[in-house]
């Protein structure tokens, strides 16, 4: 990624030195398209974001926490969170939760992957723009960490009182936690940005 390219079309000197990955060069004389680096980063988030929704619907799907003391035993799967707080009459918390754990996240990676599929394959789609903002807005309301810290936090009390087994949809949900963020952490906005204005350039 060094230096200067020689414009094929008109022999100007470029320097693309700051040229970082995922822009494109073209000549400033004649327009002459000089150079794209690329790397895969839009596969990159597609494979995460993908992994990481098959993730949540398996942590939604089996049993998240079991509860056993004195002889009985309590289930607990992770759409319950919210149902016992609304139970609980903290309605307002219960939206709040389900929100940030559930469906904030699942929004983030559907509109991830409607970005990242286009994208990938160099394709202008009317809704790039709008889903690049939203994605970017959300992203900040999803609060994936604070949750396994809380649910972890509130483990180490139980445990004092009860024989505590995470179930398959804990592991689910860690596992999906660590794919989120590394899907969140592959997005280059500024490269984004990048190419989706060369989309929309070629497009018109
Ligand atoms: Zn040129």
Not at 70 to 94: D, F, I, K, R, Y
Not at 143 to 149: N, Q, R, S
Not at 155 to 178: D, E, H, P, Q, R
Request: proline content about 4%.
């Amino acid at each position: 990624m060094q230096g200067t390219i020689a414009c094929h079309a008109c022999d100007l000197l470029v320097d693309v030195s700051e040229l970082k990955t995922g822009q494109r060069a073209s000549c400033p004389r004649c327009g002459h398209s000089l150079t794209r680096i690329r790397k895969d980063a839009h596969s990159k988030v597609l494979a995460y974001s993908v992994a990481a929704l098959i993730a949540l619907v398996t942590a939604n799907a089996f049993p998240f926490l079991s509860f056993a003391s004195s002889g009985l035993e309590s289930v607990m799967t992770l759409p319950q969170t919210p149902a016992m707080l609304w139970g609980n009459g903290l309605p307002m918390v219960a939206i709040l939760v389900a929100a940030f754990i559930i469906y904030i996240p699942a929004t983030v990676l559907v509109l991830l992957i409607l970005l990242c599929m286009p994208l990938r394959g160099e394709r202008w789609r009317p809704w790039l723009k709008p889903v690049g903002r939203w994605v970017f807005t959300l992203q900040s309301w999803s609060m994936v960490e604070v949750f396994i810290i809380g649910v972890i936090v509130s483990l180490v009390k139980i445990m004092k009182m009860a024989t505590v087994t995470m179930g398959l949809s804990f592991w689910g949900y860690v596992f999906f936690a660590i794919l989120f963020t590394m899907a969140i952490a592959a997005l280059d906005k500024y490269q984004m940005w990048q190419e989706i204005e060369a989309l929309e350039e070629q497009r018109g």
